[in-house]
T-cell receptor
């Protein structure tokens, strides 16, 4: 169990640029989640996958956000045309059925 | 839908003193309850969970939480805190292990 891995740890980008984050879940976990955390707040649900199927997306996830999990293993979260309001910590978590979430260390995005 | 309220955003306490971090939830159905801890620049780590059975659950580092159905609460307690317990603590709830809802967090600041 090597844990959930996220890359990069930090990303600074200019407004209007596109960014992509990667998450590698714990290998035997079939569920993968993306959360967003802003200063002073708890994690907010964005989307989750069971294997390669994206089962639910939050209304927080605007059209500029897209997530994929092509082979049911790693996942990517892309933000197009970034805005300053997108600055946050993006957390990935994985789990199996009937188990709690295991989180990665997050990707901190700063949009200047 | 479920929601979680953590009324105390910050709790300062002296080392070796007892502490209680409050968590209340709202749900029309039975839920599973969790406490996570987050150290600076890290992801969330599971501290303890209530699934069923005994309403008092314990962690390996001395924390305990008690599920109180009538008061819809799941407060976290520790009889004697250490400097190393300084972190942010999040209460979370899930109805079915599909979606997890988090509170806004309580920052525990242990002073020497």
């Amino acid at each position: 169990d090597t844990g959930v891995s996220q890359d990069p740890r930090h990303k600074i980008t200019k407004r209007g640029q596109n960014v992509t984050f990667r998450c590698d879940p714990i290998s035997e976990h079939n569920r993968l989640y993306w959360y967003r955390q802003t200063l002073g707040q708890g994690p907010e649900f964005l989307t989750y996958f069971q294997n390669e199927a994206q089962l639910e997306k939050s209304r927080l996830l605007s059209d500029r956000f897209s997530a994929e999990r092509p082979k049911g293993s790693f996942s990517t979260l892309e933000i197009q045309r970034t805005e300053q309001g997108d600055s946050a910590m993006y957390l990935c978590a994985s789990s199996t059925a009937l188990s709690p979430l295991h989180f990665g260390n997050g990707t901190r995005l700063t949009v200047t | 839908a479920q929601s979680v309220t953590q009324l105390d955003s910050q709790v300062p306490v002296f080392e070796e003193a007892p502490v209680e971090l409050r968590c209340n939830y709202s749900s029309s159905v039975s839920v599973y309850l969790f406490w996570y801890v987050q150290y600076p620049n890290q992801g969330l780590q599971l501290l303890l969970k209530y699934l069923s059975g005994s309403t008092l659950v314990e962690s390996i580092n001395g924390f305990e939480a008690e599920f109180n159905k009538s008061q819809t609460s799941f407060h976290l307690r520790k009889p004697s805190v250490h400097i190393s317990d300084t972190a942010e603590y999040f209460c979370a709830v899930s109805r079915d292990f599909n979606k997890f809802y988090f509170g806004s967090g309580t920052k525990l600041n242990v002073k020497p």
